[in-house]
């Protein structure tokens, strides 16, 4: 489904991470077993009332990168991916990081429903998967899960995972009109400018006007309680 | 287990096989973790692999929509027993009240291979407590499960207390707990999301007699998990 995108970042990747573990003679155990080429089917289910998730940015790298960690600093890919839902730059992060390959998805998945993409990568020594994507009625919540171990999966098996919300610190969580880009508001995105606590955090939830705070532009739909959506992951090949 | 494995060997020599792999007892201790919400009658179900009493991201049955608007189990009892479920109806004798615990001894699943449990919340519309389709494990031993809080997606959360318990009929059947208010306006008429998710909460108002909920948000809320179950298989 997914083909065209994931190979043409892919292929770049491949070699990449194929030259770092030729040349770096400190990190011999990153045997990159050419041609054996492990294939994943990830679905996503959007759990929440009415908080549609932006399409979906996942990767699948060793453990020299993290995407997130409570109580340190978004990146500035990260506060992108979860002020706007934009996935390119969390995804070359990613790439900078080492990761083998990564793919997004095409477009957002509204409440009830679900986005599967394809991700495939030659064999390393660590298989990690991290995903993640924003709740685009707030202003900066997002979800996903990292650095799930894929080394243990077997062709056919599956794992599901119920994923938390998270807070990426980086912008206010105002509610107010003009600030949130999903369809509560249609309002801004991404904003260079950090107002908020500047580290990541599991979100708080929201307000909304119904809680008694009027400048809110959200309603009752849009409040949520954890998990907020479910990752199925089963390795096809 | 022993003991039935046994006796299904010599009741149905034909399919001793598969009595011997599957047929389990189980002790089921369910323990409400909220602070002010209620479990009407729960429904304990083992059932095979193709069955579920709900699935997220899927339209509920009519059944489940009338334990989760009115807690009567009986349309999912029927359901599910018609396709070779072994059901236990309402362990607890009634209401789970909050923080409260019951327990199911010696539950015997014949050969199905999966638990499933549901309960309403009150007072909600249609929230409810839910595990779907856990794999009973074959090893003997103590099992933990943390379950959430579902809404239905059949009936929008106004909150409510009207007596509508009926699928179909707005507002919310009671607060066994009467600590609920009245004269509500009503926190919404519209359910944006109608498959089975994760319900958002109860919004709740501090009104006793007007605001937009006649739940208060000083008592009626929750946060995931709302309920823990122990599941010990013999």
């Known amino acids: 489904m997914n083909m065209k995108k994931y190979f043409g970042i892919g292929f770049s990747v491949f070699s990449l991470a194929f030259m770092s573990a030729c040349s770096d003679s400190d990190n011999d155990s990153d045997d990159m077993i050419i041609g054996t080429m492990q294939s994943y089917q990830l679905t996503v289910s959007n759990l929440t009332s009415n908080q549609p998730l932006s399409p979906l940015a996942a990767a699948i790298h060793d453990s020299n990168y993290t995407a997130w960690s409570i109580g340190v600093e978004s990146s500035i890919g990260l506060e992108k991916l979860a002020e706007e839902g934009a996935t390119t730059e969390f995804l070359s992060e990613a790439t900078a990081a080492g990761a083998y390959v990564n793919v997004s998805g095409d477009g957002a998945i509204f409440s009830g429903e679900s986005d599967t993409l394809e991700i495939e990568s030659a064999m390393h020594d660590e298989m990690k998967l991290t995903i993640a994507s924003m709740l685009i009625n707030t202003n900066d919540a997002f979800t996903g899960a990292q650095s799930i171990d894929l080394s243990g999966l077997e062709v056919g098996d599956e794992l599901s995972v119920l994923l938390p919300v998270y807070d990426a610190g980086t912008e206010a969580n105002n509610e107010l009109a003009g600030t949130i880009p999903g369809p509560a508001d249609s309002g801004e995105g991404f904003n260079v400018v950090r107002d908020d606590v500047n580290v990541v955090s599991r979100h708080p939830g929201v307000v909304t006007d119904v809680d008694g705070y009027n400048d809110s532009v959200l309603d009752s739909s849009h409040r949520f309680d954890a998990p907020v959506a479910k990752l199925v992951l089963k390795r096809t090949q | ?234």
Request: glycine share 10%.
């Open chain 2, 1 to 234: 287990m022993k003991i039935n494995s046994i006796l299904a060997m010599s009741a149905l020599p034909l399919v001793m096989a598969s009595s011997i792999a599957s047929a389990q007892t189980l002790d089921v201790k369910i323990i409400n973790l909220t602070q002010g919400m209620y479990f009407t009658p729960l429904l304990v179900s083992s059932h095979d692999a193709s069955q579920h009493l709900f699935e997220t991201g899927t339209a509920a049955s009519v059944e489940l929509a009338a334990m989760a608007e009115g807690g009567d189990i009986s349309g999912l009892v029927a359901a599910s027993e018609a396709l070779g479920a072994v059901n236990s109806e309402n362990p607890a004798s009634g209401l789970l009240a909050p923080s409260n615990t019951t327990m199911l001894a010696d539950f015997n699943t014949g050969t199905n291979e999966y638990l499933s449990i549901t309960a309403m919340l009150l007072p909600t519309n249609d929230g409810f407590v839910g595990l779907d389709s856990w794999k009973i494990p074959e090893t003997a031993g103590t099992y933990t499960i943390h379950l959430n809080a579902y809404d239905a997606g059949t009936e929008a959360n106004d909150e409510i207390i009207n007596g509508g318990a009926a699928v179909g009929v707005p507002g919310i059947p009671a607060d066994p707990g009467a600590n609920n208010g009245t004269g509500a306006s009503g926190v919404t008429s519209t359910e944006t999301n109608q498959t089975i998710h994760i319900h958002r909460g109860n919004v709740g108002d501090t009104e006793d007699n007007a605001g937009v909920s006649d739940v208060d948000s000083r008592v009626h809320r929750w946060l995931n998990p709302v309920a823990k179950v122990i599941v010990t298989v013999k």
